[in-house]
């Protein structure tokens, strides 16, 4: 196992977990650590375009229970208009946490607010989600008969999660079908990172490629599970790195993951609010200097953002699919007095080249869609395109070796 190096940017779903320990705090006191967490660290300082000191002591007096607080820092944060800044009550704060560790209660699929309506960034792998048939890019109208109509993220997920055999269902609406219900069963998720079988059982890859899928960066074992593949699979002219669907999670896994592909070079850049940049760089010796192509899609977010942007600015794989999900913000994870917890947005980042990504993703070097056709057919049109530009690759390298 290579000793990966440390990095000041160690997050959970492009989030870092504080080490404060938990503490008794009345409901003023937990209201006044979120106003001085944001009023630190948020990577806005205008905090959209607001004047922020008016909400230190617009609740004085008036915060009698711990629901009294949540309410009020929920309608304060609502202020800075980021859906990824959020408060984490006690329940769903040990959610996120036990999701790091690699498992959860519910139906699997990571969801995210896209000019204001609620839609599935992905599905997890076999998640009841996926089974069920729900897509990446798929929009929620409505949660067990309730129009998501100007919700937040905290508010639906806690509408979606639930115990294990239980039931929620949803409206979905999908471009170019008709808005269709799906009822859907809940259950204790596993949280698979890397798998080796592509996601259609008809799709055959050859004997000397590789395929690897990451489906989450969530887990912390994920890129140890990449580095155990790269190493066993040393017959293998090249590498098919499929990010397809892929919401992220470890910005180190990220990072790590990078660092065993490149030699050398920017992996990825990130803006704080006092416009500080920091650059974090490959250090350590490439894991394989074969050929890679890396499929992504809608649905990749994130951490497969960095790395297929840390990939394919360092001219290292050619990018196939389609137009990425474009999140390209940072998140810290703070652990608050009384269980609670609150996620910040901490910074921006940028890919190797310098680019933005935020709202406008990674565009592949070679366009390739999915149709809803291609799906039914099971005829993975895009996994198809990476194995003959992986072949072509390997050919010229054979000629020209």
């Excluded at 959970?12 to 006044?32: G, W």
């Excluded at 820092?73 to 609502?78: K, Q, Y």
């Excluded at 204001?116 to 067990?144: C, H, R, T």
Aim: aromatic share 6%.
């Amino acid at each position: 196992m290579r000793r990966f190096f440390k990095t000041g940017l160690v997050v959970a779903s492009l989030m870092y977990l504080s080490l404060n320990t938990a503490f008794a705090a009345t409901p003023a006191e937990l209201y006044d650590d979120v106003w001085k967490l944001v009023n630190k660290k948020y990577y806005d300082p205008s905090n959209n375009s607001q004047d922020w000191a008016k909400w230190r002591y617009r609740y004085d007096h008036k915060l009698k229970t711990a629901d009294d607080a949540y309410v009020a820092i929920d309608t304060m944060l609502a202020s800075l208009n980021d859906p990824y800044t959020r408060f984490l009550q006690p329940k769903e704060f040990s959610e996120e946490t036990q999701s790091i560790k690699g498992s959860l209660k519910g139906i699997g699929t990571q969801i995210g607010l896209r000019d204001g309506n609620l839609v599935i960034i992905a599905p997890l792998e076999d998640s009841p989600a996926e089974k069920a048939g729900l897509q990446a890019d798929d929009q929620i109208l409505e949660i067990n008969g309730e129009s998501t109509k100007g919700i937040n993220i905290d508010a639906a997920a806690d509408k979606i999660r639930g115990e294990k055999g239980t039931t929620v269902t949803l409206l979905i609406q999908r471009k170019g079908v008709p808005n269709k219900l799906y009822s859907i069963i809940r259950d204790e998720i596993e949280i698979k990172s890397v798998s080796c079988k592509p996601p259609f059982e008809t799709s055959v890859i050859p004997n000397d490629i590789q395929y690897i899928r990451l489906s989450s960066f969530m887990s912390k074992n994920a890129a140890s599970e990449i580095e155990t593949i790269l190493n066993s699979a040393t017959d293998k002219k090249g590498f098919i790195l499929d990010l397809r669907s892929n919401p992220g999670g470890l910005l180190t896994n990220a990072i790590y993951i990078s660092d065993m592909l490149l030699n050398g070079g920017v992996i990825v850049s990130t803006v704080d609010r006092d416009r500080y940049k920091s650059t974090t760089r490959a250090r350590y010796s490439q894991t394989t200097q074969k050929p890679i192509v890396v499929l992504i899609n809608k649905g990749s977010a994130s951490a497969s953002e960095i790395l297929s942007g840390a990939l394919k600015d360092n001219h290292r794989a050619t990018i196939v699919g389609e137009q990425s999900f474009g999140k390209g913000l940072v998140q810290e994870i703070n652990k608050l007095p009384d269980e609670a917890g609150m996620n910040i947005t901490i910074q921006r980042y940028l890919t190797p080249s310098g680019a933005d990504i935020h709202k406008k993703g990674i565009t592949p070097d070679i366009m390739v869609e999915l149709t809803k056709e291609n799906i039914e057919a099971k005829d993975d049109v895009q996994l198809k395109k990476a194995i003959e530009v992986l072949k072509e690759i390997t050919c010229l390298a054979q000629l020209n070796g």
